[in-house]
């Protein structure tokens, strides 16, 4: 079946280091985006990806930072820039824009620094 | 700057009733996604609305659009358990999705 991946599903880090989530996806979407959600809130926009080694800020991108070297791949790296990083992170693709399909999500990363 | 705001953003209900969630947005858009949130799960996408006008029925939900008054409308019908989650409205931006913070549904038996 078709879907986003992530994992891992909990991560526990330092305050100080840098941690990388994995995001995969074999639905053959152009898109992927990575957001943020804090408990009692919204989606907030961290970086996105139309196209292949091509991406964009979203906006919450400072201390985080992205690559897409392939197109079933966007891993997000929280940097120990980042001044609060403990949130639940929800990686999603989607197909052409111009389509308007909805977001598909994967099950999403917790993270805990402390 | 493109604003969503739901309301309520708390609701408890009892089984058996109707109610309504708003989303309002601030600048003219005519896409916008409903989708549905179980605690510590990820989001499933619940309805999308392209049109003004438009409207689509699941089971006991049903989302409307009115783009002129820049407002959609979640209505639950004869509530029952398994609806309670958080549901979110997103709107369409320029191909961005801002999102609503989320109103987190009760229903009581």
């Known amino acids: 079946d078709g879907g986003i991946t992530q994992s891992p599903k909990y991560l526990f880090r330092k305050e100080g280091q840098n941690v990388t989530l994995s995001c995969e996806q074999n639905?053959?979407?152009?898109?992927m985006y990575w957001y943020r959600q804090d408990p009692g809130q919204g989606l907030r926009l961290i970086y996105y990806?139309?196209?292949?080694?091509?991406?964009q800020k979203g906006d919450i991108a400072e201390g985080y930072s992205v690559s897409r070297e392939k197109k079933e791949s966007f891993p997000l790296t929280v940097t120990s820039a980042q001044k609060n990083p403990t949130a639940f992170y929800l990686c999603?693709?989607?197909?052409?824009?111009?389509?308007?399909?909805?977001?598909?999500f994967g099950n999403g990363t917790r993270l805990t620094v402390t | 700057e493109l604003k969503v705001e739901q309301n309520p953003l708390f609701l408890s209900m009892q089984e058996g009733k109707n109610y309504t969630i708003y989303c309002n947005y601030s600048?003219?858009?005519?896409?916008l996604y409903w989708y549905r949130q179980d605690p510590g799960k990820s989001l499933e996408s619940l309805f999308v609305?392209?049109?003004n006008g438009a409207v689509k029925q699941e089971g006991r939900l049903m989302a409307s659009l009115d783009t002129k008054a820049r407002l959609s409308t979640l209505h639950i019908t004869a509530a029952v358990h398994d609806l309670s989650a958080t549901y979110f409205c997103?709107?369409?931006?320029?191909?961005?999705?801002?999102w609503g913070a989320g109103t987190k549904l009760i229903i009581k038996p």
């Open positions: 999603a693709s989607s197909g052409h824009r111009g389509n308007w399909s909805p977001l598909h």
């Open positions: 997103a709107v369409d931006s320029n191909y961005q999705l801002i």
């Open positions: 990806s139309q196209i292949v080694n091509d991406f």
């Open positions: 609305l392209l049109s």
């Open positions: 600048t003219t858009s005519d896409r």
């Open positions: 639905l053959n979407h152009d898109a």
